[in-house]
């Protein structure tokens, strides 16, 4: 029997009779982390990391029936002994590890393999058939460390305070800002939208210690931000209320900013290479230290990625889903 198969509804696990970050309401899905893309309402029932869980409540509503469990944890389904252990790409993001008379696979989710200091780090898991994303699967993609990474958003801080300028830095809600706030502990005040504070919820109910910051609504008056740092999230980009803001100067944290021309993305001040995802490297050393004899690449190059992989001996071959690039999701919000 079959334990993968790719439906319209999403990734199925046949014996097990459950999917995987399904995209269309089914009976129980199993979540490997909180975007968008991957976690969507109307399930029956879900199942994640315990640190997930908060993040659910939040962003599909508090009523629904889910289940937390730790990394690492066995649970039978339906015969099928089903784990989570860590993916590195935010707080409690998991991948899927599926064992069924002895055949393994694992579904990865989003994954990073830098560790940020924040997320659980990756944790390579062996097994016969593989599912990885490709989200940044071109050689052109490298990351700095996360070190260099945290200090250039210092630097630019310092260089914009010079110049009697307000830091505004874009980035995710879930992650991406959370990061931005770890690097910029104890430059100056943070101020951030409230939509990224009602995540650092997730991020506290988890024991993560994130720096001290103040709320803000655009809506209001805007005169106490100036000269301060303020973190936003992708949606209020062009938005009158953003552009109101005292002597800005803006930046977007993404990993698309490592390519020249998508710096100038929006008109930005400024962008930095900051990614929840893995690089190049970062990709094929996780794929390598799985071990599978299969490897089935999902969004992003997949056509690049996979190719690259046949050609150094990794059976792989692409696969559609309807994920999507978390950095580029956006909500929709009040100022």
Known sequence: M??????????YCVPGRFYIDPWRPVDLAIITHGHADHARSGMKKYLCHH???????????????????????????????????????IIGSA???????????????????????????FEPVKCHEFVSESTFGLPVYHWLSIGE???????????????GKTSVFIGYSLGKSQRIMKALDGVDELHVHYSIAKLNEAYES????????????????????DGKIVLLP????????????????????SGWMQIRGARRWRSADAGF??????????????????????????????????KYLNEIGIAADEVKTQYGDDEEVVEKLDV
């Open 2 to 11: 079959k334990l993968l198969q790719f439906t319209s509804k999403g990734i």
């Open 51 to 89: 640190f997930t869980r908060p993040i659910l409540y939040s962003r599909i509503g508090s009523g629904i029936d889910c289940q937390g469990v730790a990394y690492g944890e066995i649970i039978d389904i339906n015969g099928v002994k089903v784990s989570l252990h860590p993916a590195g790409h």
């Open 95 to 121: 991948q899927i590890r599926m064992e069924y008379k002895g055949y393994v696979a694992v579904v990865s989710g989003d994954y990073k393999t830098q560790d940020d200091g924040l997320s659980t780090p």
């Open 149 to 163: 990474q945290e200090n250039m958003l210092r630097n630019w801080v310092e260089h914009n305070r010079q110049n």
């Open 206 to 225: 988890a024991g993560v210690q994130l720096p001290a910051y103040q709320t803000i609504d655009l809506r209001e008056d805007k005169k106490h931000l």
């Open 234 to 253: 992708p949606a209020l980009v062009d938005n009158p209320a953003m552009k109101k803001i005292p002597n800005m100067a803006y930046a977007i944290c």
């Open 273 to 306: 290479a900051i990614s929840d995802h893995a690089d190049w490297q970062g990709l094929i050393a996780a794929i390598k230290a799985t071990g599978a004899e299969k490897v089935h690449i999902t969004h992003g190059q997949t056509a690049v990625f996979s």
